[in-house]
């Protein structure tokens, strides 16, 4: 990882040689805008809405920063699928910027691979920083990205039906792969593997996707439990899992075709395209959910979830690009772009100076300083004081040309 100095264009080949382009303002906005609602979890939304019950503005706001339980979809539950999709987005204008450069592919690979690493080993140091020893775990965003890449930049170097292909093949050998692995019976020890008594349970076929019970808790609980831990691994209290980074690349296949249409169109907007998919992607994904043939699970990434998400990822970046490069709309977005062209050094300050800034305003300012407007609210002008000095940090690297680069 370093610092480096981030073009203001991008290269294309064509057929009539390199064609130099502004960069896609849109996509910087729609990555600064899902980078926004993670670093936004310092607003503690939730923590507001508990402390008005009644409320039914602070009750959605609250709902829409947290996971659900299980199946369905929040606000928040787009944050994961939209940096995956946008790291597939981004690799058509990489490539051709790179062999534009005079890059070999031999060279590109091995990049492609040192960037897979650098990602997983990131990730695992992420989840690792309040434990004794490194947490070997796998779920974490940036790792899912880094175990699915270097198949996705390989697809880079295909004919664009070698990716719907690779697609259909991801999705379809994954769901058959839980649907031939065998449900629970009924002396299962759900507490055992932190199910709650309360839980909410899949009946018919829809068991194959219950929580903690199907072939990705398997599968860790074999292979994690071959690398060092404080304890043997029995199951993920959310039911993340290792193996989701399979159907992961099928989103980020999805972004790298949207990229190859935002750039074969340059400097059209396909947005036809754009929303046709995001309709197909979100009605395929409902379809499998409603007839029980496979759920809208993020927490272990279903491949009706990969559809859903999918087509909630096109329509946003649909919108994006419509406000942004069709409507001409561009002054607002710059907060956002600020933190886009830097979502590794946003996702890395999230997770690593929160404690930090919280902490720090507590000594220097007094502990009941974000009392102000109610105890009710203190958690979340709190928050808006962290995202607000995040965004400083962001900002002064923006305006010296700073940006994180893997």
């Known amino acids: 990882m370093q610092a480096v100095l981030q073009p203001a264009t991008v290269v294309q080949q064509s057929i009539h040689g390199p064609q130099i382009f502004p960069r896609n303002v849109a996509v910087d ?29 602070w009750q959605i706001l609250g709902w829409n920063q947290t996971h659900v339980a299980w199946a369905g979809c929040s606000l928040h539950d787009t944050i994961q699928p939209g940096f995956s999709f946008l790291v597939g987005v981004a690799l058509p204008y990489s490539i051709a910027s790179r062999l534009a450069k005079g890059a070999t592919f031999g060279k590109l690979f091995a990049h492609a691979l040192w960037r897979s690493l650098l990602l997983i080993a990131l990730g695992v140091f992420l989840r690792s920083m309040h434990s004794t020893q490194t947490n070997y775990t796998f779920e974490d965003t940036l790792s899912q990205i880094g175990m699915g890449y270097p198949f996705l930049f390989l697809l880079g170097f295909r004919p664009p039906r070698w990716q719907w292909i690779a697609l259909a093949v991801v999705l379809t050998g994954y769901w058959l792969a839980w649907a031939l692995y065998p449900v629970p019976g009924p002396s299962f020890n759900w507490q055992a593997v932190g199910v709650p008594p309360d839980w909410h349970h899949y009946s018919g076929f829809a068991a194959h996707w219950d929580k903690n019970s199907n072939l990705g808790n398997a599968f860790d609980q074999w292979f994690l439990n071959l690398l060092p831990r404080i304890r043997p691994f029995v199951a993920n209290g959310g039911g993340y899992l290792t193996l989701s980074f399979i159907p992961t690349l099928g989103t980020m296949i999805l972004g790298f075709v949207a990229g190859r249409w935002l750039r074969t169109y340059a400097p059209k907007i396909p947005m036809k395209r754009l929303l046709l998919a995001g309709v197909i992607g979100v009605a395929a994904g409902a379809l499998l959910h409603f007839t029980g043939i496979c759920p809208v699970v993020k927490r272990i990434w279903t491949p009706s979830w990969t559809l859903f998400s999918g087509g909630v990822c096109f329509l946003f970046l649909a919108a994006f690009s419509w406000i942004v490069d069709v409507k001409g709309y561009k002054k607002w977005a710059f907060p956002l772009v600020v933190i886009g062209m830097n979502s590794i050094a946003a996702y890395l300050i999230a997770h690593l100076f929160e404690n930090f800034f919280a902490s720090s305003f507590r000594i220097h300012l007094g502990e009941h300083f974000f009392q102000f407007l109610g105890t009710g609210l203190e958690p979340l002008v709190r928050g808006m004081a962290v995202l607000l000095a995040f965004w400083i940090i962001l900002f002064w690297m923006y305006r010296r040309k700073l940006f994180l680069k893997i």
């Open 29 to 57: 906005t729609y990555r600064g805008f899902v980078m926004l609602l993670m670093m936004a979890e310092v607003l503690q939304l939730s923590r507001v809405a508990a402390a008005f019950p009644g409320n039914p503005f």
